[in-house]
């Protein structure tokens, strides 16, 4: 992967080109055969597909272009300070960005409709342009997932970038890699019983960008 910078919103990224190899690639969801579950504790766990996105450069380069990214700004105890990434929300409603992501939606809901009941219906994308872009320790509980399970899964193009778990209630924590076309669901009681959070890091990465699918009510 070739990595050239320019500016955006006012500060240098990097822009991911394309390799040779892929340039020609379209965008390919794979089947989801070959996930592999990861049980946190007894409640709670992860399931990672490697490489679930054929020709991820493609459906990068066409989210980076195409999504109206936007920063936001937020109110932190007496200041108001800029979301350390880039976002958009697509609801149930909205029509996605690239049609491989409404694939990956419909090909998730048929995957996971037994154990999870329900659809995912929502696509929150972050843009994460460098190094210095985080998500701070959270779970997503805002909605039904405050008391019940859930499942968000996530698909990353772009850099990899570290994903960590760690219990709420006090325990050691589970970095995960999460790389270029890669998907990685969280489930059972993840969001309640532990936080996550995508660290800044002192590396030079490159910019990364994920999809998280929700069900109905939950963000
Ligand atoms: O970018 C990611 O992989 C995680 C984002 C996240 O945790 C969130 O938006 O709630
Ligand atoms: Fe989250």
Redesign the pocket.
């Known amino acids: 992967m070739d990595i050239r910078s320019n500016r955006v919103y006012g500060r240098t990224v990097s822009v991911l080109q394309g390799s040779l190899l892929d340039l020609a690639d379209e965008v390919i969801v794979h089947p989801l055969g070959a996930v592999r579950r990861t049980q946190l504790d007894d409640t709670a766990w992860v399931d990672l597909r490697p490489g679930w996105i054929g020709g991820a450069d493609e459906l990068y380069a066409a989210l980076r272009r195409d999504v109206p990214w936007h920063a936001e700004r937020r109110q932190m105890y007496d200041s108001v300070v800029d979301v350390p990434r880039l976002q958009c929300f697509y609801g149930a409603e909205d029509p996605l960005p690239h049609p491989a992501l409404a694939e990956c939606r419909d090909a998730l809901s048929r995957y996971y409709d037994i154990e999870l009941g329900e659809p995912f219906v929502t696509a929150?994308l972050?843009l994460?342009r460098d190094g210095q872009d985080s998500?701070a320790w959270?779970g997503?509980r805002i909605g039904r997932s405050r008391d019940q399970d859930t499942m968000?899964a996530?698909v990353?193009v772009g850099a990899p970038r570290d994903?960590v778990l760690r219990p709420r209630g006090g325990g050691s924590s589970v970095r995960l890699a999460?790389g270029h076309g890669d998907l990685l669901v969280m489930g059972g009681s993840c969001q309640r019983t532990w936080d996550?959070c995508?660290p800044k890091t002192t590396k030079v990465v490159g910019p990364r960008i994920?999809v998280?699918f929700r069900v109905a009510g939950v963000r």
């Open positions: 929150g972050c994460y998500v959270h997503d968000v996530i990353s994903l999460a996550h995508v994920s998280q």
